[in-house]
């Protein structure tokens, strides 16, 4: 059974710092792009930053030179850096991975992870 396992999130006063981690774990032939999105109380969730097989990066204009995403694709993990957060940064954030198993390529997304930060 594939699952996404997401730790990191907590509480920080604004301008604090945070690591969020996403591990894959189960049975996969390869993982492709990966990716944090968020959503706040009452709000759509977004996408806050990608990043490709191949380690091309993408962000959302909100988190540009504040948050970076990286990936261990030896331990199947992506980690979300989060400085300067702000109180307009909190939400709850997913991870989100396109994987290829058995069956075909698909998307899986983790449970989750409170971020909050307080002014």
């Known amino acids: 059974q594939v699952q996404l396992v997401e730790s990191g999130g907590g509480l920080v006063q604004a301008g604090g710092s945070l690591r969020l981690s996403c591990a894959v774990s189960?049975?996969?032939?390869?993982?492709?792009?990966m990716g944090w999105y968020r959503q706040a109380p009452g709000k759509q969730r977004e996408l806050v930053a990608g990043?490709?097989?191949?380690?091309?990066?993408n962000y959302a204009d909100f988190v540009k030179g504040r948050f970076t995403i990286s990936r261990d694709n030896a331990k199947n993990t992506v980690f979300l850096q989060m400085n300067s957060l702000k109180p307009e940064d909190t939400a709850v954030y997913y991870c989100?991975?396109?994987?290829?198993?058995?069956?075909?390529?698909?998307?899986?997304w983790g449970q989750g992870t409170q971020v909050t930060v307080s002014s």
């Open positions: 989100n991975a396109d994987l290829t198993i058995m069956v075909g390529r698909t998307v899986y």
């Open positions: 990043i490709s097989g191949r380690g091309r990066t």
């Open positions: 189960g049975s996969i032939f390869s993982i492709n792009g």
